[in-house]
């Protein structure tokens, strides 16, 4: 094999490796359907065009959780790190760095809310686009 065609079987593994959640995160930022983030995405926020929410309401909810003793508590650094991976993985959104807040631009998710009712820890859930 020539180097540009192993560079192009990298990229494709590399690719592949993000489509399948990963037990632990790894070097390419994947991270694990386990992750306290994940589960928060997955179990407590939905789909909702009716409603933006900020890094920073979100991060106050995922406080409220983790209090609760719901989900593990994580430090806000890590939480925000792994938070557009989880939201992209579970819903395919990507952050928005220009909602409104207060007359000034902040980041967050478009099109999000929190549901009426937790999903279980244990439901299974894909890709919701």
């Not at 990229?11 to 490796?17: A, G, P, T, V």
């Not at 070097?27 to 009716?50: A, C, E, F, K, N």
Request: aromatic share 6%; hydrophobic share 30%; charged share 25%.
């Amino acid at each position: 094999m020539t180097t540009s065609e192993i560079e192009l079987v990298r990229n494709s593994i590399r690719l592949l490796q993000q489509l399948v959640p990963h037990e632990d995160a790894d070097s390419t930022g994947s991270q694990s359907i386990r992750s306290p983030v994940y589960q928060y995405v997955r179990r407590y926020l939905t789909r909702d065009v009716t409603q933006d929410m900020s890094s920073q309401e979100l991060w106050e909810f995922f406080l409220e959780i983790g209090n609760a003793g719901d989900l593990e508590l994580l430090p806000k650094s890590d939480f925000l790190g792994r938070l557009p991976a989880a939201m992209e993985h579970v819903y395919g959104i990507k952050k928005c760095h220009s909602l409104k807040r207060e007359g000034k631009s902040v980041r967050g998710f478009k099109s999000m809310g929190v549901r009426e009712q937790e999903l279980p820890p244990d439901q299974s859930c894909c890709n919701v686009h």
